[in-house]
């Protein structure tokens, strides 16, 4: 898992161009985005694990997801709006926040395995 993380991490780094600063008031700003997606995908990785041992239904998923929203204080529309703004009309940004969720990904999967 490691291995993809640093893949990906300098994937995403070798895409990083130029970011505009021209985001609209209704999409998460990218700092807010690098803290949420981190969040959402020690989320994910914890609903995969769970899979493999348990079923976890839907609504556990949902409710799961949901708690990340509510410790962020925005909406299920409010980040699928912002992740979607990020992949079709500001892709460069996207890939600085991932740059950043990476790294701490990382740096959070090498606190666990100590």
Not at 24 to 42: C, R
Not at 81 to 86: Q, T
Not at 88 to 110: A, C, F, G, R
Request: include cysteine; charge should be neutral; proline fraction near 1%.
């Amino acid at each position: 898992m490691r291995i993809l993380f640093f893949v990906l991490f300098f994937v995403l780094a070798s895409c990083q161009s130029t970011v505009d600063k021209n985001i609209p008031n209704d999409i998460l700003s990218m700092e807010k985005m690098k803290i949420v997606l981190f969040d959402f995908h020690l989320i994910k990785s914890q609903i995969n694990i769970w899979n493999q041992k348990n079923t976890i239904s839907l609504s556990q998923k949902d409710s799961i997801y949901n708690s990340l929203y509510i410790k962020h204080e925005i909406t299920a529309k409010d980040f699928n709006n912002s992740l979607s703004y990020y992949i079709n009309n500001n892709i460069d940004s996207l890939n600085v926040i991932y740059d950043d969720v990476i790294e701490n990904l990382i740096k959070e999967s090498y606190k666990i395995s100590q």
